[in-house]
């Protein structure tokens, strides 16, 4: 019937609104702990990756990874995030102190 269309929709509408408020609350609660610097919460709100950026930062624009892995080079240890499925990958790379130093993609 329609009116129970109706309470579908208004309960998937509900659940929208709940949830984005709590991706919301999640972005302060990171800005305020620091995780998230100022000068990046436009960037990272519009799900734009930019080099510079901390783990956080990368996780709160991008999502969590696929996998990661830990690279041992003559420069030292970085970390590579892989987001994608094996046909289309992107790739994060860390320096020791958890900055976003270089990028890849195949």
Known sequence: SVERAQMRFL??????VLISGCASSQ?????????????????V???EFQLGFNKAETRAA???PDRVNIIYTRKGQR???IYGTFQKRFYVYFNPEGTAVGTGEN
Request: charged share 20%; glycine share 12%; no cysteine.
């Open 45 to 47: 709100q519009d799900g």
């Open 27 to 43: 972005l302060a609660n990171q800005i305020a702990r620091g995780e998230i610097r100022p000068d990046n919460v436009e960037a």
């Open 79 to 81: 970390e590579q995030w």
């Open 62 to 64: 991008l999502g969590g």
């Open 11 to 16: 309960a998937l509408l509900a659940a929208l």
